[in-house]
């Protein structure tokens, strides 16, 4: 998107998201795909949380967690969440809607292998969301699988894996002097409508 009135969006979103990403990447010096998850709790209570995202396509945007985690259990319950990246250094942010699935095995299994050794470790090391005595306990558990593995491969932990936000909603934000801010948004019926596409104002 630029600034120009005249500007008219791709049909398709993720001509557009793939554009934005590509930008960030240039851009931002730490984590451009950094984005804030937003998922629901059991008595309607929200809970945001900064993830990563590692792979997009059609299908959807995936990244990956401890599934016994805070936001693993949340999503189990209510499998509907929203995302939201926001580049400082573009003044621009995307935000997200839909439902939510777990990736399959052979996908979780294949960005895990990816994974530095120590973060592989530290999957299995990390009870995540629950209640930690002292950082000296957490350390001890990190040992500990590093003597279970030694001089092995590290396997993808049983409770740990991919999830895959399927957007119903693709909103673009780009800001703009005055805040007249452009707001394009892509909306769809379910997952397999096409894309109607409108402007919002600011």
């Keep these: 998107m630029v600034e120009n009135a005249d500007f008219e969006p791709p049909a398709d979103p993720w001509t557009l998201f793939r554009e934005w990403c590509a930008l960030a990447e240039k851009s931002e010096s730490n984590d451009p795909n950094a984005m804030a998850l937003a998922t629901v709790g059991a008595h ?17 945007l995936v990244f990956f967690t401890n599934r016994q985690s805070h936001k693993g259990e949340q999503l189990m319950r209510h499998p509907k969440a929203a995302l939201c990246f926001y580049w400082k250094s573009l003044k621009r ?60 491969t590290v396997p993808r932990p049983p409770h740990w894996g ?10 673009f ?27 919002l104002y600011p």
């Design 44 to 60: 309607g209570m929200p809970s945001v949380r900064i993830v990563l995202l590692k792979s997009y396509d059609a299908r959807g």
């Design 93 to 152: 942010q995307i935000r997200a809607e839909g439902s939510v699935v777990p990736v399959d095995d052979a996908e979780s299994d294949a960005y895990f292998a990816t994974r530095p050794r120590g973060a592989q470790i530290g999957a299995w090391a990390s009870d995540q969301s629950k209640k930690l005595t002292g950082r000296t306990e957490l350390e001890q558990r990190v040992r500990e699988f590093e003597k279970k593995f030694k001089r092995k």
């Design 162 to 171: 991919g999830y895959r936000l399927t957007p119903l909603l693709i909103e």
């Design 173 to 199: 934000w780009q800001d703009r002097e005055f805040r007249l801010h452009d707001r394009i948004v892509y909306r769809r019926a379910d997952e397999q409508a096409g894309w109607m596409q409108e402007r």
